[in-house]
């Protein structure tokens, strides 16, 4: 591999599927800002081509550690590498030690939690799913905790990540916001309850049972999917959107009713920079970004504790519009501020090197 200023390893960076990867993408245009003439590239490895994905990543990764390893065997020379996705602790541990590493861990998917929400016979598959994947988990949780130790600097998108980061490794890591778009002014208020996405993990039987109690309101939620199973009659589908406004139009409450523990929770901050209130799990990152007991559902499994927590939620979400947005207003000039110095420090790697491991 030839050496270059700044090499960025990452799985699905072309694909620019979520916030990760649009913030690494501005990440690297201002650290070019900064330096007129860096040299950057990206890799994966050949792991993953950008038109698929590997339905068994984990046995893929495990597969292909020796031609990982490889691939980056030669980076000496190289100024930053800068690493996020799950191929990144396999590249990190094989770099040479003379070069250093920016560590961003956005995910705990793996190596800190393996949820299973599913019901009926999709729980047994996955049950069953989870029980043959199991030392592929542990190598890969084994060999992460040596990435994280390795890394120069850790990376972390909420201060719950920092949280486990430091519970899996010792290591304190830099909290960085993702920075969300904000609207100059909340969006004109709607009666839709919306949601983003439709699997277990997300909440999707929650986001029927308030649809059946609640008949008389409309819900819309925006997935990838053709079509949606089992809903009522007052679910409204709609296909997966990039663009906030249109996502958020019409919308009066924003659900998300995460059955796992999402490290940031994107769409709550972006949904309250356009004026809409939330009603989230109180679990992983989502409590940073969804300010007040009224909008934070403690019994987050619990339907009927949703069912209790809506109705208040829809009444106050009428008046809240102005209140959400001055709250996402003020995180996106504290995401800047995280931000500017990630920025710093990056540029110090690329300009001293290596700093002691261990540091943040």
């Known amino acids: 591999m030839t050496p270059v200023d700044v090499l ?50 984990l046995v893929a990764l495990a597969r292909n550690r020796e031609r990982l390893r490889a691939s980056v065997a030669n980076a000496d020379g190289s100024r930053l590498v800068i690493a996020q996705s799950l191929v990144a602790p396999t590249l990190i541990n094989a770099l040479p030690e003379p070069v250093p590493v920016a560590y961003f861990v956005r995910d705990v ?36 905790r040596r990435a994280l130790h390795r890394a120069d600097l850790v990376v972390a998108n909420s201060s719950f990540m920092a949280e486990r980061i430091r519970a899996a490794c010792d290591r304190d890591a830099l909290v960085v916001f993702p920075r969300t778009p904000v609207a100059e002014t909340p969006l004109a208020p709607g009666e839709l309850v919306g949601m983003a996405g439709d699997g277990a993990d997300k909440g999707g039987l929650i986001m029927r049972a308030l649809a059946r109690r609640f008949p008389d309101l409309r819900f819309r939620i925006h997935t990838r999917q053709a079509t949606l199973s089992d809903v009522p009659a007052n679910v409204i589908a709609a296909p997966w959107e990039r663009e906030p406004d249109r996502l958020y139009a019409g919308l009066r409450l924003m659900l998300m009713p995460s059955q796992v523990a999402e490290a940031y929770g994107r769409v709550a901050l972006e949904a309250q920079g356009h004026g809409v209130p939330v009603l989230a799990s109180d679990v992983g990152g989502l ?29 106050a979400a009428a008046t809240a519009r102005s209140t959400v947005h001055a709250f996402a207003v003020h995180r996106r000039w504290e995401a800047d501020r995280q931000h500017r110095d990630l920025i710093g420090r990056l540029a110090a790697l690329i300009d001293h090197g290596r700093v002691r491991t261990g540091d943040a």
Do not use: M
């Open 287 to 315: 409590p940073e970004n969804v300010p007040g007991s009224l909008w934070r559902v403690a019994d987050y499994r619990s339907a009927e504790a949703w069912i209790q927590a809506f109705g208040p939620a829809y009444q």
């Open 109 to 144: 998917a793996y190596w800190d939690q393996w949820p299973n929400n599913e019901s009926g016979l999709r729980r047994l598959a996955k049950t069953a799913y989870r029980l043959a994947l199991a030392p592929f988990v542990c190598l890969f949780r084994r060999e992460n």
């Open 8 to 57: 960025l390893v990452t799985r699905q960076f072309a694909q620019r599927w979520g916030g990760a990867e649009h913030s690494i993408a501005e990440v690297l245009a201002e650290l070019t800002a900064a330096r007129p003439g860096l040299s950057c590239t990206v890799t994966d490895a050949g792991f993953d081509p950008p038109d698929r994905l590997q339905p068994l990543p």
